[in-house]
């Protein structure tokens, strides 16, 4: 915990920095979220298929969700979500002629039935 979880278009494998994007998220989102940078753990999955409102076919998207403990403030919650949609945009590239869309949200676990294991 936190938990990054990203799904991203497929045509953005070869613009999208995926990397340096999850190195920078787990520089910044520490600092607002008041939760230690090795705690982070981010997790990028394809999407080889999507459909967006009416069959436009010129969009590809990234969709991020970020799941952390509850306790923050919705004003932490809402800086996280900027910052790591404008990470986003910095590392992830639309082909020429094609539109990109960004889409963060932010989750809150419930402390008492979050469990976790780690040798």
Avoid: C, N, W
């Avoid at 080889?48 to 991020?64: L, P, Q, R």
Wanted: net charge negative.
């Amino acid at each position: 915990m936190p938990f990054v979880h990203v799904e991203y278009s497929e045509r953005l494998t070869e613009t999208f920095d995926r990397q340096t994007f999850a190195r920078e998220v787990h520089a910044a989102a520490p600092g607002i979220v008041d939760a230690p940078a090795v705690a982070f753990k981010s997790r990028f999955r394809r999407i080889e298929e999507s459909y967006f409102g009416e069959g436009d076919d010129g969009i590809d998207a990234v969709f991020v969700q970020l799941s952390i403990l509850t306790g923050r403030t919705p004003e932490a919650r809402e800086r996280l979500a900027e910052t790591v949609r404008d990470l986003t945009l910095k590392h992830a590239t639309a082909a020429e002629g094609r539109r990109l869309h960004v889409m963060v949200e932010v989750r809150e676990m419930e402390r008492e039935s979050y469990r976790f294991h780690k040798d």
